[in-house]
Nanobody, 121 residues
Framework: QVQLVESGGGLVQAGGSLRLSCVAS????????VGWYRQAPGKQRELVANITNGGKIDYVDSVKDRFTISRDNAKSTVYLQMNSLKPEDTGVYYCNVHVKQLLRQGYLEVWGQGTLVTVSS
């Protein structure tokens, strides 16, 4: 069993910053790609940022140059630094991790419980 615990969400004024963290725990042999998704009220969940184990990073266009995703493999943790926040960044942010629990097992996709980010205008 693998658990993801997210933290760092909250209420911030437009132009402010927040840093989200996601810690993976449990039986983990290896972690491949990790990412952050968000879901705004009444909208579908969308990928915000993703980073592979090899360091390849992708961002949705709307957050480029404002958000930075990073990972600390030793701590099984992924971060999302969010700067210059806008009201349209409001939503529940979910951590997503592809993890292998055993050497000869495929990667499993695990989701966190979500953390709410609210940006006021």
């Amino acid at each position: 069993q693998v658990q993801l615990v997210e933290s760092g969400g909250g209420l911030v004024q437009a132009g402010g910053s927040l840093r989200l963290s996601c810690v993976a725990s449990g039986r983990i042999f290896a972690i491949d790609s990790v990412g952050w998704y968000r879901q705004a009220p009444g909208k579908q969940r969308e990928l915000v940022a993703n980073i592979t184990n090899g360091g390849k990073i992708d961002y949705v266009d709307s957050v480029k140059d404002r958000f930075t995703i990073s990972r600390d493999n030793a701590k099984s943790t992924v971060y999302l630094q969010m700067n210059s926040l806008k009201p349209e960044d409001t939503g529940v942010y979910y951590c997503n991790v592809h993890v292998k629990q055993l050497l000869r097992q495929g990667y499993l996709e695990v989701w966190g419980q979500g953390t709410l980010v609210t940006v006021s205008s």
